[in-house]
């Protein structure tokens, strides 16, 4: 039997080696379709994106046909180069260069040479696609925009790249992917599947027909529909407001967290980043570090929240038990809080309580309210990290989760945050004064600033701020349901809502109320400086405002930031009054206001920020064309110190 066990072993051995190889060549064809094979071509039908719809079902963007020219490089014959450029429009250094490219990838597989060509580029070189072998054409589709707002919302249609192509086996050279906004954040779902066809050829490379009649074939899956929870017209009419203003706007539905409207200016039309101009369009964009169209102020800007973090301060003082409604303080015009150090203030001075020191914004009540929190504990480390943790619980200091693939988590300062500063000496709450009024070591993103107060409009909670409202088949992540509770306890928001509703009507809003609704807001102004050729220069203080309504049941919240905009009833205060009867009505009865801020322009104002080169304005003259607001601004460092 020994005898036998080895024979037999080799024999079965080489029965299943035999068996396996006759499986493989003759059976099973899915190693010939993965192998760079001569003798079959493949063919991808790329389907349609998914439509964009607004809250309300307004179609926002939809698709147009675009062809690309492919090429294989190894079937290139006889190519008459100058005829090809000249129906192109191309030079033959492009024409080489292409070419080199498509080999690099691959001499055998088709690659992009020459994408997005429009109706009429394809007429003309269909006529002319026989005489050149190797070329043909792959039917796309392009995003149409039917609105002109909203390009920081969509994002873009580009070319993958290489590392991607090599990173994820679903893209091929030339695929298309979406980029920023929407489109990146829903690439999986919007892009849908596309479809695969392999088609056998013969000794002479002419196709003869499906490899085994279609079996490995694919149909094209097209994407799936999304639903935005952006309201177009307000967003549209958001947008005209900020026209040569430079900021952000943020509304979002308190009970739910749906973003309404996310405003960035300047912004640009979306429709310049399709077709061929594309990648024109877009360096121009990219190279723009005066405008910056392609910074999303409302999710990236930091900026000292100044007077609007009143709220905050007071909810932590009223959670910790250091004051009360009735709590009082004077008010000197300022406050002295130190030997040599004085705060200045607007309010007109005297007795304040919580109520009156919100709606006349008394930087002297909520300094004494600070000092009162930090006070409350013998280590001020400690009690830092306390108040911390409450202005954390309102979304301060983190990213929020929310479902755009860009942000900033702005800063919620802590005990390290001061031991790093003042690594030689103690500090107290005197030290850091300036976070009671907003103008200390916290920075805010417009995002931050909306969902704070609709934290505030829903007595303590919020949702994640998402603009995914409906996706045709499937369910929203449930991140965007769950309710986030914050530190303070409900009871204490009602007084804080009543000071805020008092803003409207006794404070410094008086002004922008607008009949028939109840607004509760907190006005801004913050100073900032900026180092101009060398030298600290103080600019025209930023306009900042934040509001929800109506006071009961709210339906909006929102936050304005208006760079060099000054007092924050000027700009940013009217903006707010405008945006939220807009949304709530539909319509505009404050035209006064209306008027005046659409034809109010900061660009003389942002001119002043700093010597531009004459060939920089005529290149910015040059841009208007694609810039929706024109807006003339470097970057500078904000460095905010008085608040009212």
């Known amino acids: 039997m020994r005898k036998l066990l080895l024979p037999s072993l080799i024999i079965v051995a080489a029965s299943l080696l035999v068996i396996r190889i006759f499986y493989l060549q003759v059976i099973d064809d899915s190693f010939k379709l993965k192998s760079d094979n001569n003798a079959i071509k493949i063919k991808y039908d790329y389907p349609e994106r998914g439509y964009i719809y607004d809250r309300n079902g307004k179609l926002l963007v939809a698709n147009q046909a675009s062809y690309d020219i492919m ?98 086996p679903y893209y091929n050279s030339g695929d298309l992917i979406g980029r920023q906004g929407v489109e990146e954040s829903y690439e999986d779902i919007l892009r849908g599947i596309k479809g695969v066809k392999y088609i056998q050829k013969d000794k002479y490379n002419r196709e003869i027909g499906s490899f085994k009649e279609g079996r490995y074939d694919t149909i094209a899956v097209q994407g799936e529909d999304i639903n935005l929870t952006i309201d177009a017209e307000l967003q549209k009419y958001g947008e005209e407001l900020m026209i040569n203003k430079r900021g952000g706007i943020v509304a979002i539905e308190p009970k739910t967290g749906e973003i309404l409207a996310l405003v960035t200016a300047p912004s640009y039309d979306p429709s310049i980043l399709v077709g061929r101009q594309r990648s024109k369009n877009y360096t121009k964009l990219y190279h723009d570090s005066i405008a ?13 929240p100044g007077s609007p973090f009143k709220i905050l301060t007071g909810l932590v003082a009223l959670q910790e038990g250091v004051v009360n409604e009735q709590t009082t303080f004077m008010c000197n015009h300022g406050f002295a809080y130190a030997p040599g150090r004085f705060q200045r203030c607007h309010c007109g001075g005297g ?111 919020y949702y994640t701020p998402h603009i995914i409202k409906k996706i045709e088949g499937k369910k929203i992540d449930t991140k965007f349901t ?92 009217p903006i707010a009054s405008l945006m939220i009867e807009k949304y709530l009505r539909k319509k505009i009865t404050r035209t006064d206001l209306e008027t005046r801020i659409l034809n109010t322009s900061l660009q003389a104002q942002y001119a002043k920020l700093g010597g531009l080169s004459e060939d920089i304005k005529l290149e910015l003259r040059k841009n208007d064309s694609i810039l929706k607001s024109k807006t003339v601004i470097p970057k500078i460092k904000i460095d905010s110190t008085k608040e009212n």
């Open 71 to 168: 090429v294989i490089p190894r079937e290139l014959k006889n190519t008459d180069t100058l005829e090809f450029c000249q129906l192109l429009n191309i030079t033959k250094e492009d024409f080489i260069k292409k070419i080199e490219k498509a080999k690099i990838y691959s001499p055998r597989l088709p690659s992009v040479f020459l994408p997005q060509l429009n109706k009429s580029e394809f007429a003309a070189f269909q006529e002319k696609i026989r005489k050149f072998e190797g070329f043909y054409f792959q039917k796309r589709s392009l995003r149409d925009y039917e609105v002109d707002s909203g390009a920081n919302i969509f994002g873009f249609i580009t070319q993958v790249n290489e590392k991607l192509v090599a990173k994820n």
């Open 292 to 304: 910056k169209p392609l910074y999303d102020r409302g999710l990236l800007a930091e900026y000292p």
């Open 351 to 461: 007795s304040r309580d919580l109520h009156v020191g919100i709606y006349k914004s008394c930087n002297a009540y909520f300094s004494n309210v600070y000092l009162r929190t930090i006070g409350k504990y013998k280590s001020s480390p400690y009690a830092v990290d306390v108040w911390s943790n409450h202005i954390k619980s309102f979304g301060l200091g983190q990213f929020m989760g929310y479902d755009l693939p860009t942000g900033k988590k702005g800063k919620a300062p802590t005990s390290k945050t001061y031991k790093k500063m003042y690594p030689d000496w103690g500090w107290s709450g005197k030290t850091i004064i300036s976070n009671a009024i907003g103008q200390g070591e916290v920075l805010m993103t417009p995002i931050q600033l909306a969902n704070m107060m609709a934290a505030v409009a829903n007595e303590g909670y």
């Open 482 to 573: 769950t309710k986030h509770v914050t530190t303070i306890d409900k009871k204490y928001f009602k007084p804080m809502i009543s000071g805020l509703f008092d803003v409207y009507n006794l404070g410094t809003a008086a002004g922008l109320r607008v009949e028939g609704i109840d607004i509760c807001g907190k006005t801004g102004t913050a100073e900032n400086f900026a180092k101009i050729d060398g030298k600290r220069v103080q600019l025209k203080d930023h306009s900042i405002f934040v509001a929800f309504a109506p006071k009961d049941n709210p339906k909006i919240a929102i936050a304005i930031l208006v760079e060099n905009g000054g007092f924050g009833a000027t700009i940013a205060g």
